[in-house]
């Protein structure tokens, strides 16, 4: 009788523990950020949308620097110039950075 008890409350942790396993890829890592900054260069390829900006520091993802970012599409980038001071929001998936957002100021 002993084991016919031991072995019926085996099972159910068993598929319980089994059950609660993901076993499903992680969704992805998506956080957004603001950023400010000056558009060096706008890059308006379809293929390649990018903004190259001379930010101000992105608290807690990165110092202040210039660079390039990947533009989620074109309304982005409409009547953003060289030259142009701007702030937005920025979007880093699986480890992208990616500009949602651009305005002018």
């Keep these: 009788m002993n084991?016919?008890?031991l072995f019926s409350f085996a099972?159910?942790?068993v598929l319980l523990a089994l059950a609660s396993c993901n076993t499903q890829p992680d969704?992805?890592?998506e956080k957004?950020?603001?950023?400010?900054g000056k558009v060096m260069a706008v890059q308006t390829d379809p293929k390649d949308l990018k903004v190259?900006?001379?930010h101000e520091a992105i608290p807690g993802l990165m110092e202040a620097m210039t660079?390039?970012?990947k533009v989620q599409d074109a309304?982005?980038?409409e009547g953003i110039k060289e030259g142009d001071g701007v702030h937005g929001r920025l979007k880093v998936v699986d480890g992208n950075y990616v500009i949602v957002e651009l305005m002018k100021h």
């Design 3 to 5: 084991a016919l008890r």
């Design 11 to 13: 099972v159910p942790l």
């Design 27 to 29: 969704a992805p890592k």
């Design 32 to 36: 957004t950020y603001e950023v400010m």
């Design 52 to 54: 190259k900006l001379d």
């Design 67 to 69: 660079m390039w970012f």
């Design 75 to 77: 309304k982005v980038l």
